[in-house]
């Protein structure tokens, strides 16, 4: 019985090697599609990230830009007065997709409304932004 096998593999040798030729190249192509696929993908949602990004702009007296890192310094260095702090975005009601018109409080004793905004509260800048994304503008670089 053993020999038996061992001429059938003789007998077939050069099929039997371009049978694993064929099965190495089918596999190797395979993992070829996949890393491009997944590399394709990313990309994709790179570029989709950049078409949805914003610049984050602070002007300080005298029109001079402050940079974030700088801003967040100085409220680290004021602790001892500041427990905490946070970013905060335009008014919500300003902003015409976010679906949000009007937002008042009403005073029901005195039968009045209010006007009121709604804020979203960010938490810290560079935890949650992509570093590639966060370039900071200077108010000049708006005017170009």
């Not at 070829?32 to 984050?56: D, G, P």
Request: hydrophobic fraction near 35%; proline fraction near 2%; include cysteine.
């Amino acid at each position: 019985m053993r020999s038996m096998v061992f001429k059938n593999l003789a007998a077939h040798r050069r099929r039997n090697q371009m049978t694993t030729l064929i099965y190495s190249l089918s596999l190797g192509f395979v993992l070829f599609l996949s890393i491009s696929c997944r590399m394709q993908i990313n990309v994709s949602s790179m570029e989709q990230l950049k078409q949805h990004a914003s610049y984050f702009v602070v002007l300080s007296k005298g029109s001079n830009s402050l940079h974030v890192q700088t801003l967040e310094q100085i409220m680290l260095m004021n602790n001892h007065i500041i427990e905490e702090f946070s970013w905060v975005t335009t008014p919500l009601n300003g902003y015409d997709k976010s679906h949000v018109q009007k937002t008042t409080i009403n005073d029901y004793a005195n039968r009045g409304e209010h006007p009121n905004e709604v804020h979203g509260v960010m938490p810290n800048y560079f935890t949650t932004t992509i570093k590639e994304f966060s370039t900071e503008m200077s108010s000049n670089d708006m005017r170009e």
